[in-house]
């Protein structure tokens, strides 16, 4: 009898080890996904590209813009104004490397806060995260703090 209960707990344990590593794994497989896509969002801006945003941004994408035009002011910018003014030139075309600050997860949404740095400034910027239906992570929504 002693036999058979140190079996059982032996086998819940690993049971157990093996629910946490495939929790785990999933976890890393979705932090992976995320930042290939904030990777890409960042490379669409440099570029200019703005044929790379088709397959990151969700249909209701939504640029924040605290304190801005003015510093009593808050933009909010559609994704069509964003691509917009990507394609205008008015903003996009500098480089950045990509400091992922946090990145939380939390089943099917997360937000990701980066630093992006350039030779002149840069950005703190919190990305807000989505899986749609086919588990494809898009971004919703992304707000950047100028750095001086």
């Not at 992976?32 to 200019?48: D, Q």
């Not at 994408?61 to 994704?79: G, L, Q």
Request: charged share 25%; net charge positive; glycine share 4%.
């Amino acid at each position: 009898m002693k036999n058979l209960s140190v079996l059982l707990l032996t086998m819940i344990s690993l049971s157990s080890i093996n629910c946490k590593s495939q929790t785990l794994n999933n976890s890393i497989k979705m932090e992976k996904e995320i930042k290939n896509v904030i990777e890409t969002f960042v490379k669409a801006g440099e570029e200019r590209n703005v044929s790379m945003y088709n397959d990151i941004l969700h249909e209701d994408f939504r640029v924040i813009a605290n304190r801005y035009p003015t510093p009593d002011k808050i933009s909010i910018i559609s994704s069509e104004d964003y691509i917009a003014l990507i394609t205008k030139k008015v903003i996009g075309g500098s480089k950045y490397g990509i400091v992922y600050e946090s990145i939380d997860i939390a089943e099917h949404s997360a937000t990701v806060r980066i630093e992006l740095k350039a030779k002149k400034g840069g950005q703190i910027v919190t990305f807000l995260l989505i899986q749609n239906n086919e588990n494809k992570w898009l971004i919703i929504a992304d707000m950047a703090i100028q750095k001086k």
